[in-house]
Nanobody
Framework: QIQLAESGGGLVQAGGSLRLSCAASGAIFSINAMGWYRQAPGKQRELVAVITSGGSANYADSVKGRFTISRDNAKNTVYLQMNSLKPEDTAVYFC????????????????WGQGTQVTVSS
């Protein structure tokens, strides 16, 4: 199996910064896209940012210019640098990885992290 371990969430004042990390481990043959979703109380989960194995990134309009996604393919790790945080960024952030699982017959599956809380105070 494959596990995604997230870290870096916490409480920060508006205007501050946080950096989230998500490391994938286990029977990994390869990883295609990696990214981050978030879910605020009473709201639907929304895509925040995604990055391909080649490094192409896309962002939600609400975070463009403030958040930066990056990845270290050698470490199977994706990062989310969040700057100029706003109270509306408060949510549980989930990472995911579109993975090809190493097996006698490799197969694709998307794995998810357990979520990390980000709280931005005004």
């Amino acid at each position: 199996q494959i596990q995604l371990a997230e870290s870096g969430g916490g409480l920060v004042q508006a205007g501050g910064s946080l950096r989230l990390s998500c490391a994938a481990s286990g029977a990994i043959f390869s990883i295609n896209a990696m990214g981050w979703y978030r879910q605020a109380p009473g709201k639907q989960r929304e895509l925040v940012a995604v990055i391909t194995s080649g490094g192409s990134a896309n962002y939600a309009d609400s975070v463009k210019g403030r958040f930066t996604i990056s990845r270290d393919n050698a470490k199977n790790t994706v990062y989310l640098q969040m700057n100029s945080l706003k109270p509306e960024d408060t949510a549980v952030y989930f990472c995911y990885a579109e993975t090809v699982v190493a097996n006698f017959k490799p197969y694709e599956h998307t794995f998810w992290g357990q979520g990390t809380q980000v709280t931005v105070s005004s």
